[in-house]
């Protein structure tokens, strides 16, 4: 498990941008639906086991070389269990100094914010690993939905967070992406509101340096208003990419590194564990 190579992409930046000193060193991982029940599957990986893979790989490569914020960026749970939030939280307490968590389409509110309280950040909500560095979370969400939105309420402090940031880059990351990445299924669960947040972005484009994402079980880059988006591996099933309708990716799952930089660059990779041989590779869905 801890001998895969890692996958390495750089953003689409000057070079001037990624060369300076890194002031931060973020975790993403996303979508690892949990179950009340630590032996609960989907489509016949389980998706404890993938998680604690996936743990035990970043505890090997990257916490010996600091880890400030750990991001959570959504469907953390299957069913909305309380069970499953309380062990997400016990597996992955230690890990960095301060922690994100994000809402999903399969997470439930009221269980959720059962174990953040002084733990995890929840959205909307600000996190600052450096201070030059500002990572604003929003909830885009909608209970009991499979698709994206970002309410009034969110946009409202996204703005104002911004205007407040006096030089401070940003990282904003949701749970859907807010626009398109090329595999039409997915496309069609994206953030359903994106004018105001592209325009939001537009009016602060010095400041945001990027939006990171989950929900498409897939790493991906693409560009929205003026600044680049990022998805990354969920710690279970991967989504194939490019494709028209439900497909498996027989990649491992994975997580994503962010290093942020003293002048407002970001390099980023993705890192993978091994694959599962128990997965449903024929599924048509779940």
């Known amino acids: ?147 994206g939105h970002i309410s009034a309420e969110h946009l409202l402090f996204l703005e104002q967070s911004l205007a407040r940031a006096n030089g401070i880059f940003s990282l904003v990351v949701t749970h859907h992406p807010p626009c398109h990445i090329g595999c039409a299924w997915l496309d069609r669960q ?17 400041t945001v340096r990027a939006v990171l994402c989950g929900h498409v079980h897939q790493q991906a880059e693409v560009r929205f208003a003026a600044t680049t988006v990022w998805t990354s591996p969920s710690t279970c099933i991967q989504f194939k990419p490019a494709s028209d309708g439900f497909a498996l990716d027989p990649l491992g799952p994975g997580y994503r590194v962010l290093e942020l930089l003293e002048n407002g660059g970001i390099r980023t990779y993705v890192s993978r564990v091994q694959a599962s041989d128990h997965l449903d590779t024929l599924a048509c869905g779940y």
């Not at 994206?190 to 010095?206: A, F, S, T, V």
């Open 1 to 147: 498990m801890l001998e895969c190579p890692v996958t390495t992409e750089w953003p689409q930046q000057e070079s001037c941008l990624i060369s300076a000193p890194v002031v931060a060193r973020l975790v993403q991982i996303s979508d690892c639906h949990l179950f009340a029940d630590p032996q609960g599957a989907l489509l016949g990986l389980k998706t404890e086991e993938s998680l604690q893979d996936v743990l035990e790989h970043i505890d090997h490569f990257e916490k010996p070389k600091g880890i400030d914020t750990l991001l959570v960026t959504g469907d953390l749970s299957q069913d909305g269990s309380p069970q499953s939030y309380q062990r997400l939280w016990e597996k992955t307490r230690y890990i960095g100094q301060s922690q994100g968590w994000i809402q999903g389409n399969h997470d439930l509110d009221q269980p959720m914010q059962a174990y953040s309280g002084l733990r995890p950040v929840l959205s909307p909500g600000i996190l600052q690993p450096h201070p030059r560095w500002q990572v604003i979370l929003l909830n885009s969400s909608v209970e009991h939905q499979i698709h």
């Open 190 to 206: 994206c953030i359903d509101n994106p004018g105001r947040l592209e325009k939001i972005l537009d009016q602060y484009q010095d």
